[in-house]
């Protein structure tokens, strides 16, 4: 059985330090569990164990990130008998590298990110990489010192545009909690005959594709894309798609599908064609395992799209 990590992420005064007192404070949280605090960042608050349930709790504060490697993390729990670790880490560095370091015997059981409702959108307008980079795998983003005139559509936007799945908490300063309700349907119609796609949604349909590929299993897509040659594919076969900005330029990348035509003709790398055709979920080598596979039905040469990097907002 592997050692259950608790990570706590966000950024300074986003409340990550608060919520760890509060939990390790709570008899119904804190019963006991050998519970070792790995602190990557030094707020204005700072835990104080004297208020800690019990006596079950050893806090080791990391100051560099140099020192996040696999072996130091291992050493911390040489003969403890852990139960469980809380890891509040550092806004500024990158999960990457904690994630490069963490032990086989480790497996993250809760990932929250904690923020500050009033500057989280300058957070994001600023350093989008790191809001991207603490969302993307969070199961739940909480909001603090929400105010009242909070702009719920802009955050929504925000954190939809990054990840689909995480939760989304406001919590006011007179100690009521809110939860995100806005509804997210998709801007396109699974359910049509034809799934048709417009230049401006190529980038969150290629995800919800990617993350539910059995609903897509027989569909008629129609959608614009960018040829690409393969030359490990046979001739009748090409790949269609676009470059996807997920967060900022540094991380664009050509994001498609391979697509089997019954005959290719002159197509080459670089021309923009609209495509319609049947995806089938099926295993290819390029893949390494199931994916989408485009049967083309048709296809006509198009005009580049306006954005040509297509992107989640």
Same mark, same amino acid.
């Given at each position: 059985?592997?050692?259950?990590?608790?990570?706590?992420?966000?950024?300074?005064?986003?409340?990550?330090?608060?919520?760890?007192?509060?939990?390790?404070?709570?008899?119904?949280?804190?019963?006991?569990?050998?519970?070792?605090?790995?602190?990557?960042?030094?707020?204005?608050?700072?835990?104080?164990?004297?208020?800690?349930?019990?006596?079950?709790?050893?806090?080791?504060?990391?100051?560099?990130?140099?020192?996040?490697?696999?072996?130091?993390?291992?050493?911390?729990?040489?003969?403890?008998?852990?139960?469980?670790?809380?890891?509040?880490?550092?806004?500024?560095?990158?999960?990457?590298?904690?994630?490069?370091?963490?032990?086989?015997?480790?497996?993250?059981?809760?990932?929250?990110?904690?923020?500050?409702?009033?500057?989280?959108?300058?957070?994001?307008?600023?350093?989008?990489?790191?809001?991207?980079?603490?969302?993307?795998?969070?199961?739940?983003?909480?909001?603090?010192?929400?105010?009242?005139?909070?702009?719920?559509?802009?955050?929504?936007?925000?954190?939809?545009?990054?990840?689909?799945?995480?939760?989304?908490?406001?919590?006011?300063?007179?100690?009521?909690?809110?939860?995100?309700?806005?509804?997210?349907?998709?801007?396109?119609?699974?359910?049509?005959?034809?799934?048709?796609?417009?230049?401006?949604?190529?980038?969150?349909?290629?995800?919800?594709?990617?993350?539910?590929?059995?609903?897509?299993?027989?569909?008629?897509?129609?959608?614009?894309?960018?040829?690409?040659?393969?030359?490990?594919?046979?001739?009748?076969?090409?790949?269609?798609?676009?470059?996807?900005?997920?967060?900022?330029? $540094?991380? !664009?990348?050509?994001? &498609?599908? #391979?697509?089997?035509? *019954?005959?290719?003709?002159?197509?080459?790398? /670089? $021309?923009? !064609?609209?495509?319609? &055709?049947? #995806?089938?979920?099926? *295993?290819?080598?390029?893949?390494?395992?199931? /994916?989408?596979?485009?049967?083309?039905?048709?296809?006509?040469?198009?005009?580049?799209?306006?954005?040509?990097?297509?992107?989640?907002?």
């Amino acid at each position: 059985m592997k050692l259950p990590v608790y990570l706590f992420t966000g950024f300074l005064e986003g409340g990550k330090t608060s919520i760890i007192q509060e939990s390790l404070n709570d008899e119904k949280f804190n019963t006991g569990e050998k519970t070792l605090v790995i602190l990557c960042e030094e707020g204005f608050t700072e835990l104080d164990p004297s208020q800690f349930w019990g006596k079950n709790v050893t806090i080791h504060t990391v100051d560099d990130k140099s020192w996040l490697t696999r072996e130091n993390l291992e050493g911390l729990t040489k003969n403890r008998k852990l139960d469980r670790i809380i890891i509040e880490y550092n806004g500024m560095w990158e999960l990457k590298d904690l994630y490069a370091a963490f032990p086989s015997g480790w497996a993250i059981y809760q990932n929250m990110m904690f923020a500050d409702a009033n500057t989280f959108i300058n957070y994001n307008a600023n350093m989008r990489q790191l809001v991207f980079d603490k969302l993307s795998d969070a199961e739940m983003i909480v909001l603090n010192r929400t105010p009242a005139n909070i702009d719920k559509e802009e955050i929504h936007k925000i954190v939809r545009g990054i990840t689909r799945r995480a939760a989304i908490v406001y919590d006011y300063p007179d100690g009521h909690v809110e939860y995100d309700d806005i509804e997210d349907p998709l801007p396109f119609d699974i359910d049509a005959p034809i799934i048709e796609i417009d230049d401006a949604d190529y980038a969150l349909w290629y995800r919800d594709l990617s993350e539910n590929m059995a609903d897509y299993n027989g569909k008629v897509v129609k959608f614009k894309g960018l040829i690409a040659a393969d030359d490990r594919l046979p001739s009748n076969s090409l790949v269609i798609g676009r470059p996807v900005m997920t967060c900022c330029a $540094d991380d !664009i990348q050509y994001s &498609g599908l #391979i697509s089997v035509f *019954k005959n290719a003709g002159t197509l080459k790398t /670089g $021309d923009w !064609i609209t495509v319609k &055709g049947t #995806i089938k979920i099926e *295993k290819h080598k390029l893949y390494r395992n199931q /994916g989408p596979v485009l049967y083309v039905e048709s296809t006509e040469f198009a005009v580049q799209p306006k954005q040509p990097v297509a992107t989640f907002y």
